[in-house]
């Protein structure tokens, strides 16, 4: 009975790695830091809310959110996410909009209700290589950001400040011109629940 | 002349245009992207020709393209059509046990398919769903193999194998927190892995899948995965049990030829009345029966045996009748 044993311990297997390991899952390795679309919910709740019908994707106009494949675990096949640097969110919040599943809230597109609603991630500039604080003036992620003076203020030869506003959009991340970039987003896996 | 043998081209024709929705819904939104970023001397060829077919294809149906195709987006697993989202009453049981929460503007968006479903049973699966399209043409790719001297298994599992499977699919979704039906339901991954392979950049895993659930209706068992396996099949079934349309056999005009059930792909046996929860809708039978006999009929429940056709041979002999000269005929 090769065969039979062959087969159960594929479905061993299988059922197995459903089961996952979070320490393996691709959001702990620096090489996969990822966000989730605006007004997502935290990660765990976002997983079992989502039901994977990619509108997220199809109705974004910047075409930033990309779809995992197995990544990042079983758990989170074919769900949608942000890698800043490669194209950014530009806070339009149609993917709220469209979500039928309240995966990712709806949020109004206003100041207001982004920055007490979204939080993406936060910016963090690393001083070592960024060129303003290197003495070569820049300043191209302040210029980037769609919340100008309140995420991000800046200083003496153009020296990004990020503050706690931050809703981690990551067009900062995404137009720094420094290689490897100056600007990251730390993301951000607890969400903001729309009350 | 029996309108109801048309039926079964007209499912086609639906069919079709959903597999082409499908396509098109991608290149929409590919377009929908060109237009917003006000980019087209940017275009590469292929992106110019993408753009201008689509503005070719939409320019009669909207006005502002970047925001009038948001109403049609998404898949059949999910999606909106003229504004009006739908959702797979699957993925909202996967998303109710995954989630232990209720949200309801999305039990809203199922509402329209849980009701043609209790009206109509497996309606979406003869009609709607895209799976069903590549399964049928698969089928008939089989049946082109064994005539060509392939060895084609037509093997019999149990019918009941895929109420477990949407169990076990309620169950693994409860523990690990994610909706595993949009992982194993063909209709779901042909609808993303589409826009993956035009707006994403290539297949995912999801088609490796689906390519072995074609090979499985090839080797093991005739359109295996929908009768045997698929969960979304089990859910239908279930909801169209008491389902008030069903094919009926006319004992009186049937003459025992039995091409119903070499034709129906879900190996159900309308020559002997047995249509049961598993049945479909999609006509087949009634398209091929020479005399008319099948017929869609209002009515909450299946017909038991009703003997063999009045003008079957089987029924001349219990009547111990000669068997007719060809003169009769």
């Not at chain 1, 299988?14 to 966000?35: C, H, N, P, V, W």
């Not at chain 2, 392979?197 to 209706?217: E, R, S, W, Y």
Request: glycine fraction near 8%; include cysteine; hydrophobic fraction near 40%.
């Amino acid at each position: 009975m090769y065969r039979r044993q062959f087969i159960q311990s594929l479905v061993v297997a299988g059922l197995g790695s459903l089961i996952q390991d979070e320490s393996k899952a691709a959001r702990y390795q620096t090489s996969m830091r990822f966000i989730r679309p605006p007004g997502a919910l935290s990660e765990h709740d976002f997983e079992s809310r989502c039901i994977r019908c990619g509108q997220c994707g199809e109705i974004c106009p910047n075409r930033c959110i990309q779809f995992f494949d197995t990544q990042n675990g079983l758990a989170s096949l074919d769900t949608p996410y942000i890698i800043p640097r490669e194209q950014a969110c530009i806070l339009c919040m149609k993917c709220g909009e469209v979500c039928p599943t309240g995966a990712i809230q709806k949020i109004e597109r206003e100041a207001g209700s982004i920055l007490q609603f979204v939080k993406m991630g936060q910016a963090r500039v690393d001083e070592q290589l960024c060129l303003s604080f290197q003495g070569k003036t820049c300043g191209v992620c302040y210029r980037a950001c769609p919340l100008q003076d309140i995420a991000i203020r800046i200083g003496m030869l153009e020296q990004p400040h990020v503050s706690t506003a931050c809703v981690g959009c990551g067009l900062c991340e995404r137009s720094c011109i420094q290689i490897p970039q100056a600007i990251r987003i730390i993301p951000n896996q607890q969400g903001k629940q729309v009350t | 002349m029996n309108w109801q043998m048309h039926l079964n081209k007209l499912r086609w024709v639906v069919l079709s245009m959903v597999m082409f929705m499908l396509i098109l819904l991608p290149f929409l939104h590919l377009y929908q992207s060109y237009v917003a970023a006000h980019a087209y001397d940017l275009l590469s060829p292929a992106e110019k020709l993408i753009y201008d077919s689509m503005e070719l294809i939409s320019a009669p149906f909207v006005s502002d393209p970047e925001t009038d195709l948001n109403s049609f987006k998404g898949t059949s697993w999910s999606g909106k059509l003229f504004g009006i989202t739908l959702s797979d009453p699957l993925a909202l049981l996967g998303q109710i046990t995954a989630s232990k929460h209720i949200y309801w503007p999305f039990v809203v968006t199922a509402l329209i398919p849980i009701l043609y479903s209790l009206l109509l049973g497996r309606f979406y699966c003869g009609w709607i769903c895209p799976a069903t399209f590549l399964y049928e043409l698969n089928d008939n790719l089989g049946t082109w193999l064994k005539r060509a001297g392939l060895p084609i298994s037509q093997r019999r599992l149990d019918r009941r194998i895929k109420y477990m499977v949407l169990l076990a699919g309620m169950v693994i979704g409860m523990l690990s927190s994610a909706v595993v039906f949009a992982a194993i339901y063909p209709p779901a991954i042909i609808g993303r892995e589409i826009y993956y392979a035009i707006a994403v950049g290539g297949f995912g895993t999801g088609m490796v899948f689906f390519l072995l659930t074609l090979l499985f209706d090839l080797l093991v068992a005739r359109r295996g995965f929908c009768r045997y396996i698929c969960p979304g099949g089990a859910l239908y079934a279930l909801l169209g049990r008491f389902r008030v349309i069903r094919i009926q056999r006319n004992v009186l005009s049937c003459n025992d030829c039995a091409k119903c059930n070499t034709v129906c792909q879900f190996g159900l046996d309308p020559w002997h009345d047995d249509f049961g929860q598993e049945c479909n809708n999609c006509s087949a039978c009634i398209a091929i029966c020479p005399t008319e006999a099948l017929i869609f009929k209002i009515k909450t429940t299946d017909t038991t045996y009703q003997g063999a056709g009045h003008l079957g041979q089987e029924y001349k002999k219990q009547q111990g009748e000669k068997k007719p000269s060809p003169g009769e005929l």
